[in-house]
């Protein structure tokens, strides 16, 4: 199929930012009902710098992990594997054969229909492997890709 790595498509960024978003602003809602929680008990005022540094911590992540999940998840899908590559602090490589692969299953929320992007993994006996955000064309390129290989395959799982 393709012999070189490939990233997602440019709108699998900005949902990732707009998804990351929403995260955020529910986590900071909780932070905030927990943070007047703890001035209606009336507790000590060391918790609000607690609290402040939670904040800080979420906003650091919502950030920051969109942008590495665009920028160091690569996937390949060659006529006999499957392989995911995470290159940011640690190079992690997954790889199956397609064989080995039980079903897929294909996911996309109300987010990721309007981005028109879907996200597919593939199980196997005792492991799964998640593709990155992809187009719908792509996911369906791909699914039947594996399909056509699994039923030319006469291999025992």
Known sequence: MQLECTQSPEPARRYLKLW????????????????????????????TYIFIGLVLIDIFYYIIHP??????????????????QKNWWFK????????????VRRKAGPLMR???????????AGHELVLPLLYDD???????FCLAQLKGGDSDV
Do not use: H, K
């Open 92 to 103: 992690r490589n997954e790889v199956i054969q397609i064989e080995r692969i039980q079903y």
């Open 67 to 84: 942008i590495l999940l665009y920028r160091y998840y690569y996937y390949r899908v060659t006529d006999s594997y499957i392989e995911i």
């Open 114 to 124: 309007r981005f028109q992007l879907n996200r597919l993994t593939f199980y196997t």
């Open 138 to 144: 792509t996911i369906t390129e791909i699914e039947s």
């Open 20 to 47: 990351y978003f929403c995260q955020f602003i529910a986590t900071l809602i909780i932070l905030t009902a927990a943070l007047a929680v703890w001035f209606y008990y009336d507790m000590p005022f060391y918790g």
